[in-house]
């Protein structure tokens, strides 16, 4: 069945480095745009990061723009985000989504995973 | 960036009411509009896109209404598994922003 997977999250310093991973299965996920969203403790969610399908686009939010980066391997079904300069405000649950449509990117998501979590803390 | 207001923060509804969640952009989003449920411990799931759409698989209890600026959705007669925190999200434009959410309570 359809899938995604996160895995990578755990307690980090602040100012140190972390690479969160999504492993997706049951579906063509090289035709999907992706996304990491997250949701700090007690609010609401926030979009960080969409990749297009082929990786040729990228966009993130203001909040993580020169520290994160969002990176995909389309041979192995894996997203990914690369975390540097980690903050206290960075601590949340980190979903990685996928958009609705097969080649095109609507900019909402359809199949979510679980979360994992990362806590920014000294 | 497209500040999404979500009202009100909490609804309380007896089992079998009829429930009326609204959302506010600051600036129009055309009808790029999606809503999501999501329970506690549990991933969003897609309610709702382009304003009005059914996602596959959700009950017709759930609708969505609106255009611009202004967006409601309606949860007809709810039912013990509707009492969750439903959010709305704009893709009009990037980057994306979600409502802050409204929880939908047992009375």
């Known amino acids: 069945q359809v899938q995604l997977v996160e895995s990578g999250g755990g307690v980090v310093q602040p100012g140190r480095s972390l690479r969160l991973s999504c492993a997706a299965s049951g579906f063509t996920f090289s035709g999907y745009a992706m996304y990491w969203v997250r949701q700090a403790p007690g609010k609401g969610l926030e979009w960080v990061s969409v990749i297009w399908y082929d990786g040729g686009n990228k966009y993130y939010a203001d909040s993580v723009k020169g520290r994160f980066t969002i990176s995909r391997d389309n041979s192995k079904n894996t997203l990914y985000l690369q975390m540097n300069s980690l903050r206290a405000e960075d601590t949340a649950v980190y979903y990685c989504?996928?958009?609705?449509?097969?080649?095109?990117?609507?900019?909402?998501?359809?199949?979510w995973g679980r979360g994992t979590t990362v806590t920014v803390s000294s | 960036e497209i500040v999404m207001t979500q009202s009100p923060a909490t609804l309380s509804v007896s089992p079998g009411e009829r429930a009326t969640l609204s959302c506010r952009a600051s600036q129009s989003v055309s009808s790029s509009l999606a809503w999501y449920q999501q329970k506690p411990g549990q991933a969003p799931r897609l309610l709702i896109y382009g304003a009005s759409t059914r996602a596959t698989g959700i009950p017709a209890r759930f609708s969505g209404s609106g255009s611009g600026t202004d967006f409601t959705l309606t949860i007809s007669s709810l039912q013990s598994e509707d009492f969750a925190v439903y959010s709305c999200q704009q893709y009009n434009n990037w980057p994306l922003t979600f409502g802050g959410g409204t929880k939908v309570e047992i009375k």
């Open positions: 989504a996928r958009d609705l449509q097969l080649w095109q990117t609507l900019g909402y998501m359809d199949v």
